[in-house]
């Protein structure tokens, strides 16, 4: 299979289960974020040379996301709708689109490789914007305010060339 093809099936993979989840968690349908998941990391891990490598980022970027999100939830930023987990912590759909966002940084995100700076700028718009569109159909209780849009920012800012130095670290070891 060719690289364009790999990436292709990385981002049509990648969007399917971010709205599985999200529209999920907007419709009271908790499993299906967890559901679509299986499939879309049993694929993605078909298709990686380096499975171990690959697993770690995934489990690495899971336990990050849990701790970020529910950092965020416990200072009021957002609140996800239907916690399965007591508040403050996040709730499976949301670490999902953790592993899902993590399975992409080594295909259709591999450009981040070794810019941080661009990592660290993608993150900050592309990390609240994708929280935002999660409230706007209806997975959080309310929509972020500008304040926790900003902390969003800043937080996505850290995370993304974080967890993009995570997949160089597991890659190819």
Known sequence: ?????RKAINVVLFQAAWFAAVLGAAKEMLWLGPLAMLPTLAIHLALQE???GEVKLLLAAGLLGFL??????????FTPLRHLFPHPLSPPWMICLWLNFAATLNVSMAWLRDRYILAAAFGAVG???AYYSGAKL???????????????????????????????AFRGR
């Open 68 to 77: 970020f999100d529910s950092a965020f939830v416990a200072g009021g930023v």
């Open 50 to 52: 380096d499975r171990k």
């Open 138 to 168: 209806g997975a959080t209780e309310a929509l972020p305010t500008t304040i926790g849009m900003l902390l969003l920012a800043i937080g996505w800012g850290v995370m993304t060339p974080l967890l993009v130095r995570l997949a160089a």
């Open 1 to 5: 299979m060719n690289d364009l093809t």
């Open 127 to 129: 990390g609240p914007l």
